[in-house]
């Protein structure tokens, strides 16, 4: 190397001397390394031969574990869901079961409640039932004072209750007035 260079690059000339005696060094050990990498290679190989790891053929594949796992799930499901419905079954009471019919003397004073058959229900006299009146809230329309009393909503219903209290517009509610609602329709 030349001087000027040195004085730049700050390197003294035993520096520089000690890298090219380094460089020297290194090509002529440099076959000796190789060869002594390539023996302590085949010593690890020999090591991990004799150390027995196998291959990895015997290992089952992550398919065989999943379709296992979904065959189980089902099965518990469908095990869990009979137990289930078999609880619910046993439980519930039975339609078929027929309750004894205690008879109750006339003699003892007291009074047993008989459902009226069909053909006794033709005697009676058809139950009369009177108009209702009902006092207007806020909020309230002539359609949901119907739904309110009727069950549901029917035209026919909302002329009557306009004729029984003389309207002239369904839409003219004022709170606190009274609504005669004829229930006999």
Do not use: C
């Amino acid at each position: 190397m030349k001087s000027t260079t040195l004085r730049r690059s700050n390197i003294t000339r035993e520096k520089v001397a000690m890298m090219e005696a380094l460089n020297r060094y290194n090509r002529e050990h440099q076959d000796e390394d190789f060869y002594r990498t390539q023996s302590k290679n085949r010593e690890l190989d020999a090591l991990w031969q004799s150390f027995g790891v196998k291959s990895s053929k015997s290992e089952k594949a992550p398919q065989v574990y999943f379709v296992t796992g979904l065959i189980t799930g089902v099965i518990i499901t469908l095990l869990i869901t009979t137990f289930v419905s078999l609880l619910i079954n046993v439980s519930t009471p039975k339609d078929d079961i027929t309750v004894p019919v205690k008879k109750v003397s006339t003699e003892s004073g007291r009074f047993t409640f008989i459902p009226a058959d069909s053909t006794s229900s033709k005697k009676t006299a058809p139950v009369t039932v009177a108009n209702e009146e009902y006092v207007v809230k806020e909020g309230d329309t002539l359609e949901s004072i119907v739904i309110r009393f009727y069950g549901t909503f029917d035209m026919s219903k909302v002329n009557a209750i306009q004729e029984a209290n003389k309207m002239a517009n369904p839409n003219a509610l004022s709170i606190g007035q009274k609504l005669i609602i004829p229930m006999n329709q």
